[in-house]
């Protein structure tokens, strides 16, 4: 089966959580979170970790999906540069797998993984990812959420988990502290595909 590489967006090379505090607070007028922004502990935590209402996780989630740049203006992580352009060099098939919502997410998306290294990207909009890594036949898998390492992992995929602080589940698929660990490994089946004459 040739190397089909799967890979969430949100917590693995785009920091949403630095950009959805930012406009929870300037939304609100209130900040909870504090500077510099701290740990996130949890997946809900502007309403868990942090107390605000859900009245006001809504108005926040309602901007962005009404608006058409939150996903493109994201920061990057630091290492996702050199992640993505290295990832873009080895020339096996990658598709972004990502569950945003709102206008325009696919061509957002695109956009800022044209602008932080990785040129042509394939794209899915998917909230099953368990049931699009088969259908499309994914290989080898990398998300920081349990339920979609769990789910992709039983469909037979190679899977990692790359660990935050808010993902401390055991998730029984390999955790990664760094890309670089994941570039390892795929870099390895590149070799091993090469010098098996593929």
Same mark, same amino acid.
């Given at each position: +089966? ?11 090379? =785009?920091?949403?959580? /630095? =950009? ?20 996130? $502990?949890?997946?809900? *935590?502007?309403?868990? %970790?942090?107390? *605000? $209402?859900?009245? %006001?996780?809504? /108005? ?16 990057? *992580? ?10 873009? =060099? ?9 569950s945003r919502v709102g206008q325009n997410v696919v061509g957002q998306t695109r956009d800022w993984l044209t602008a932080n290294g990785y040129p042509y990207p394939e794209v899915i909009i998917s909230s099953n990812k368990g049931d699009t890594c088969r259908r499309i036949?994914? /290989? ?9 390492? $769990? ?9 990692? +988990?790359?660990?935050?602080? *808010? ?9 990664? /502290? ?12 590149? %070799? ?7």
């Amino acid at each position: +089966m040739a190397l089909h590489v799967g890979i969430d967006v949100d917590g693995i090379v =785009a920091d949403f959580n /630095t =950009a959805f505090m930012d406009l929870f607070v300037k939304l609100t007028g209130e900040d909870r979170f504090g500077t510099p922004r701290p740990d996130i $502990t949890c997946w809900n *935590y502007s309403t868990e %970790q942090f107390g *605000y $209402t859900k009245e %006001q996780d809504r /108005t926040v989630w309602q901007a962005i999906i009404r608006g058409d740049s939150f996903w493109r203006d994201l920061p990057p *992580y630091k290492g996702t540069l050199e992640f993505l352009t290295t990832l873009s =060099a080895m020339g096996v098939r990658v598709t972004f797998i990502t569950s945003r919502v709102g206008q325009n997410v696919v061509g957002q998306t695109r956009d800022w993984l044209t602008a932080n290294g990785y040129p042509y990207p394939e794209v899915i909009i998917s909230s099953n990812k368990g049931d699009t890594c088969r259908r499309i036949g994914v /290989t080898h898998y990398l998300d920081d959420k349990n339920e979609n390492c $769990t789910d992709v992992a039983g469909r037979g995929v190679s899977t990692w +988990m790359l660990a935050h602080p *808010y993902n401390q589940e055991q998730p029984g698929v390999p955790r990664i /502290t760094a890309l670089g660990e994941f570039l390892d490994v795929i870099a390895d089946l590149v %070799q091993l595909e090469t010098s098996n004459g593929r």
